[in-house]
């Protein structure tokens, strides 16, 4: 990960640890509390991939457990986000881009009840059955309507930011390349053609000056 992505990266899982311990753990809401903290990492995975999702939600999961008042055993909710971290990177778009604001929606609550699924399930592993006496069905519930209505004034502002910083033209390929990531065809000496003008010629592109300087060859020999 690069050195922008680190900052970033940091500055917003340290700024969703205050909120969910301070603001989100205090509401007292029926059921599960909203993720704050998973929300970020769906954001960042989306942004970055599975490979910078794995990284991001490992980090962020560690970091709450080991900050007060952790009530459960160092390296569970690292385990969860990473996994859920990784899951969500691959819903990455390949152009970087998305098109629809369903996609998110979608991960966020397959997140959400994974999140809380495979956190209940490494707790029975470690013999906490504290999942038990809330219930698992209204923890599912609850947790996926309290992701979704958080998950609008987060995720999408995540997202914008981490873009933002991705292209970054100080931290950013600046070679000009026609291999510089996704947005590639942005940049010139790219070879395109163009649709045939009169007389089956191509009038502009790559391969129609390809072809004249062919011509001229031929006409030397």
């Known amino acids: 990960m690069r050195l922008n992505r680190i900052l970033l990266t940091t500055v917003l899982v340290v700024v969703a640890l205050v909120l969910q311990v301070s603001v989100l753990a205090r509401l007292h809401l029926p059921g599960a509390v909203p993720d704050l903290m998973l929300l970020v990492v769906l954001g960042l995975a989306i942004t970055y991939g599975h490979v910078g999702g794995a990284l991001v939600g490992f980090?962020?999961?560690?970091?709450?457990?080991?900050?007060?008042?952790?009530?459960?055993?160092?390296?569970?909710?690292?385990?969860?986000?990473?996994?859920?971290?990784?899951?969500?990177?691959?819903?990455?778009?390949?152009?970087g881009q998305l098109r629809s604001a369903v996609m998110p929606m979608v991960v966020v609550g397959a997140a959400a009840i994974g999140?809380?699924?495979?956190?209940?399930?490494v707790g029975a592993l470690v013999g906490d059955t504290a999942a038990r006496h809330v219930g698992m069905v209204k923890l599912l519930f609850t947790a996926t309507v309290y992701d979704l209505l958080l998950a609008p004034f987060t995720v999408p502002w995540i997202m914008a930011l981490a873009?933002?910083?991705?292209?970054?033209?100080?931290?950013?390929?600046?070679?000009?390349?026609?291999?510089?990531?996704?947005?590639?065809?942005?940049?010139?000496?790219?070879?395109?053609?163009?649709?045939?003008?009169?007389?089956?010629?191509?009038?502009?592109?790559?391969?129609?000056?390809?072809?004249?300087?062919?011509?001229?060859?031929?006409?030397?020999?």
């Open 59 to 95: 980090g962020a999961g560690l970091l709450s457990d080991l900050a007060p008042p952790a009530d459960h055993a160092a390296g569970r909710y690292a385990l969860v986000l990473c996994v859920i971290g990784y899951l969500a990177g691959l819903a990455k778009p390949e152009s």
């Open 115 to 121: 999140s809380t699924l495979l956190y209940a399930g």
């Open 163 to 221: 873009r933002r910083v991705e292209n970054d033209p100080i931290a950013g390929d600046t070679s000009g390349g026609a291999g510089a990531g996704p947005y590639r065809w942005l940049t010139p000496g790219t070879l395109r053609t163009s649709r045939p003008g009169r007389g089956g010629r191509l009038t502009r592109g790559g391969i129609g000056s390809q072809r004249g300087s062919l011509l001229k060859g031929g006409r030397k020999l």
